[in-house]
C-alpha cells in the first residue's frame, strides 16, 4: 500500500511538471494560454504576461506595449505598470460562444520598441449563471380518448446556455395517475423529454389534466425552470401526420434576398375534417434563428427575414412539428448551409509605424508592423500583400497574418527625402477584392558628401584701381558657397610680388602671381585635409595671400571671390566666361579678355 502510494504522488509530481514545462515551452515561443471564468468586473486580473514572457517592466512602459483584439471589441487589455494582463469588458461566454464546449478569445501583445507581437490565448471558463427555461411557458396538449397507453407526446425542451455540470441535467413531471416522464437521449447527447400516456382517458371523466414539468442544472446550487402542461382530451383520430422525409437539407449563398422562399416541409395526413388539418410550428430553435427564419404554420414553406452572414453563423439546425387538429404530431429536422461569398475586402490594419529613418540604416530595419485580415473562408479569405512598385521596401511574415515592412536595400536621402508606402492586399475571390493603407516615412540626412568643385582650375584678371566690394571669381557649386573678396583697397603701385603693405600689382609678373593666390587658395578649400576654412562644410582663404581678399558666404550657392566695390573680367581654366551679378550695387564686368 505504501509503494502503491509513492507511485500515486510520483504520477502527481511528474503531471505537475509537464504542466509547468508546457507553460514555459509556450512562454518560450511566444505563445500565452490563460484561463479565467466569465462574468468578472472590468480590470480583473488574468494573467502576468511580462513574467511568462521574461519582459522588463521598463521595456513595457516605455516602449509602447499594447494588446490588440480581432475585431470591434478589445476585451483585454495591459497594465503597462505591472506586467499584468486584465479584463478591458465584462465577459459573457453565453453571448461569445453559445453552446461551444470550448470558448477561447485570442489576441497579441504588440511591443513597438522592440517590433515583436506575442500570441495569447484565454480560456473563459462557465459558471452557473443560467437558469434552465423552456420556449413556451404554457403548453397545451390534445389527446383523443382512444389513445392507447404507453403513446409518447413530444413535450418541449427546456435551454441552458451554460456547459459542463451548469448545463440541463435532468426533468421531472408533477401531475396526475394518467401520465408518466420518459426523458430519452438524442444523438446529440440532449435529453428529450417525452409525456407517456400511463392509464386510459376518459373525456367523460376528465376533459383536462394539468400538469408540470421542471428541468434543472447541475450547478450548486441547482437552478431550476418550470413549463405547465395542459392535456385536452378529445374523440378520436386515429391517423397521425407524417413527414415525407426525416431530415431537409438545404444550401443556401449568404447574399440569398431577404424574402426568398428556402424550402417547404410537407406531410400526409388521411384523416378529414379538424383530424386531418395541419399545422406547422418551429421548434429547438435558437433565438438567433428564430429571427432570420420564418415558418408559415399552414403551409410549411420557410423563409428568410434577416440577412444571412456566413462569417456569423454557416449552420442553422431547428426541428418542424407537424400537428392534426386531433393532437397527434410527427417532426423532421431542418439543416440549413449558409455558403460563403466574397462579400469582405481585406482589412489592414498598421499596428506599429515609424514616421522617419535614418538614410544608414541597414537593409532590413523594420519599419512597420502590419496586421492583414479578410473575414470570407476559403479562396475568398486568402490574402496576398504586395508593396507599391520602386520602393526600397519589402514585406515579411511576422506571425500568421501579420507582416513586418523592412527596407531592401541602403537609402540614399538626397535622391529620394521621403516616400509614401502603400501596403496593398488582395483576396483569392473573383473578382478579387482588394484594399490598402499608405505608409509614410521620412529619410533623415547623415553626412556622407564632401564638397566637389566644378571645375580644377580658376583664375581672373583685375587691375590696380578696381572698387571695394569688386567681384573677382565666381563659380556655380552644389554645396552653400562663399564669396572671395579684397578686405582693403590697393595701394601704390610697384611692388614685384603684391603682397607687401596691401600694395595692388600693377605689371603682368604680379597679376599672375595673383591669379595663382586664388588657385591656390580654392584648391586648398577642395582639399579635404586642408583648414583653410576652419571645418568640414567650410572653405577658407590662406592668410599668406594678403589682407586684400577674403572668402564669404552667398545665398545663391555659388564661390565668389571679389574686391571690395570693383568689377572684374571672370574666366575658367578653359577661358569661358562665368560672372553673374552678385546682387545690390555689385556688379561684374561682362567683358571678354585676353590671356
Same mark, same amino acid.
Given at each position: 500500500m505504501c509503494a502503491a502510494r509513492e507511485g500515486r504522488w510520483c504520477r502527481s509530481q511528474r503531471a505537475l511538471l509537464w504542466c509547468v514545462l508546457v507553460a514555459a515551452w509556450e512562454a518560450a515561443w511566444g505563445q500565452l494560454r490563460y484561463s479565467v471564468p466569465e462574468e468578472l468586473p472590468k480590470g480583473s486580473f488574468v494573467g502576468d504576461v511580462a513574467e511568462d514572457l521574461a519582459l522588463e517592466l521598463a521595456a513595457l512602459g516605455g516602449r509602447g506595449a499594447r494588446v490588440v483584439s480581432q475585431g470591434r471589441t478589445q476585451y483585454f487589455a495591459l497594465h503597462a505598470s505591472s506586467g499584468h494582463l486584465v479584463t478591458a469588458e465584462r465577459i459573457d461566454r453565453e453571448q461569445l460562444c453559445e453552446s461551444e464546449p470550448q470558448c477561447v478569445l485570442r489576441c497579441e501583445l504588440i511591443v513597438e520598441g522592440e517590433m515583436k507581437v506575442y500570441a495569447i490565448e484565454v480560456e473563459i471558463t462557465?459558471?452557473? $449563471?443560467?437558469?434552465?427555461?423552456?420556449?413556451?411557458?404554457?403548453?397545451?396538449?390534445?389527446?383523443?380518448? +382512444? +389513445?392507447?397507453?404507453?403513446?409518447?407526446?413530444? =413535450?418541449?425542451?427546456?435551454? $441552458?446556455? $451554460?456547459?459542463? *455540470?451548469?448545463? =440541463?441535467?435532468?426533468? *421531472?413531471?408533477?401531475?396526475?395517475?394518467?401520465?408518466?416522464?420518459?426523458?430519452? *437521449?438524442?444523438?446529440?447527447?440532449?435529453?428529450?423529454?417525452? =409525456?407517456?400516456?400511463?392509464?386510459?382517458?376518459?373525456?367523460?371523466?376528465?376533459?383536462?389534466?394539468?400538469?408540470?414539468?421542471?428541468?434543472?442544472?447541475?450547478? $450548486?446550487?441547482?437552478?431550476?425552470?418550470? *413549463?405547465?402542461?395542459? @392535456?385536452?382530451?378529445?374523440?378520436?383520430?386515429?391517423?397521425?401526420?407524417?413527414?415525407?422525409?426525416?431530415?431537409?437539407?438545404?444550401?443556401?449563398?449568404?447574399?440569398?434576398? @431577404?424574402?426568398?422562399? =428556402?424550402?417547404?416541409?410537407?406531410?400526409?395526413?388521411?384523416?378529414?375534417?379538424?383530424?386531418?388539418?395541419?399545422?406547422?410550428?418551429?421548434r429547438k430553435t435558437t433565438k438567433k434563428s428564430s429571427k432570420v427564419f420564418q415558418l408559415e404554420q399552414d403551409t410549411g414553406v420557410i423563409s428568410l427575414v434577416r440577412n444571412l452572414d456566413f462569417e456569423d453563423d454557416e449552420l442553422y439546425e431547428f426541428e418542424v412539428q407537424a400537428r392534426d387538429g386531433g393532437g397527434l404530431s410527427d417532426k423532421a429536422r431542418v439543416s440549413i448551409s449558409v455558403t460563403d461569398v466574397n462579400d469582405n475586402a481585406p482589412e489592414i490594419w498598421v499596428r506599429s509605424a515609424l514616421s522617419e529613418i535614418s538614410e544608414d540604416a541597414a537593409p532590413g530595419t523594420v519599419v512597420a508592423l502590419v496586421h492583414v485580415q479578410d473575414r470570407d473562408s476559403g479562396a475568398n479569405g486568402e490574402v496576398r500583400c504586395s508593396l507599391g512598385e520602386s520602393v526600397p521596401f519589402r514585406l515579411e511574415r511576422a506571425l500568421d497574418d501579420y507582416y513586418s515592412v523592412v527596407t531592401a536595400r541602403e537609402l540614399d536621402r538626397e535622391r529620394a527625402s521621403e516616400y509614401n508606402v502603400t501596403v496593398r492586399a488582395a483576396d483569392g475571390g473573383s473578382p478579387s477584392l482588394r484594399s490598402g493603407a499608405v505608409l509614410a516615412l521620412r529619410v533623415l540626412d547623415v553626412n556622407d558628401n564632401a564638397p566637389v568643385f566644378a571645375e580644377a582650375r580658376y583664375s581672373a584678371r583685375v587691375s590696380e584701381n578696381n572698387a571695394e566690394g569688386a567681384l573677382v571669381l565666381t563659380q556655380a557649386q552644389p554645396n552653400p558657397d562663399w564669396r572671395f573678396s579684397q578686405t582693403q583697397r590697393p595701394g601704390t603701385s610697384g611692388s614685384q610680388n603684391g603682397e607687401e603693405g596691401g600694395a595692388w600689382p600693377n605689371n603682368q609678373f604680379d597679376t599672375e602671381m595673383l591669379q595663382a593666390m586664388i588657385l591656390a587658395s580654392a584648391n586648398e578649400a577642395a582639399d579635404v585635409n586642408a583648414t583653410l576654412g576652419g571645418g568640414t562644410g567650410t572653405m577658407g582663404l590662406s592668410a599668406r595671400y594678403g589682407p586684400q581678399f577674403t572668402l564669404q558666404h552667398v545665398p545663391d550657392y555659388r564661390q565668389n571671390v571679389y574686391i571690395p566695390g570693383s568689377t572684374a573680367t571672370l574666366t575658367n581654366a578653359a577661358g569661358k566666361r562665368d560672372a553673374k551679378p552678385s546682387g545690390g550695387n555689385k556688379k561684374k564686368s561682362g567683358k571678354k579678355e585676353k590671356k
Open positions: 462557465d459558471i452557473n $449563471d443560467n437558469t434552465p427555461s423552456f420556449e413556451e411557458l404554457q403548453v397545451h396538449e390534445e389527446m383523443i380518448e +382512444t +389513445t392507447a397507453i404507453g403513446s409518447r407526446f413530444t =413535450l418541449p425542451e427546456a435551454h $441552458d446556455p $451554460d456547459v459542463g *455540470a451548469n448545463s =440541463l441535467q435532468s426533468y *421531472a413531471l408533477i401531475g396526475d395517475e394518467h401520465f408518466s416522464l420518459s426523458v430519452q *437521449a438524442g444523438g446529440d447527447g440532449e435529453k428529450r423529454p417525452e =409525456l407517456v400516456l400511463a392509464k386510459a382517458l376518459d373525456r367523460e371523466e376528465a376533459a383536462f389534466h394539468e400538469l408540470l414539468l421542471r428541468a434543472s442544472d447541475g450547478g $450548486d446550487p441547482s437552478r431550476t425552470g418550470t *413549463a405547465r402542461i395542459r @392535456v385536452a382530451v378529445l374523440d378520436a383520430n386515429d391517423n397521425a401526420p407524417a413527414f415525407s422525409q426525416a431530415v431537409y437539407t438545404v444550401r443556401v449563398p449568404e447574399d440569398v434576398p @431577404v424574402g426568398s422562399t =428556402l424550402l417547404s416541409v410537407t406531410v400526409t395526413d388521411p384523416d378529414d375534417g379538424s383530424n386531418g388539418e395541419i399545422k406547422y410550428t418551429l
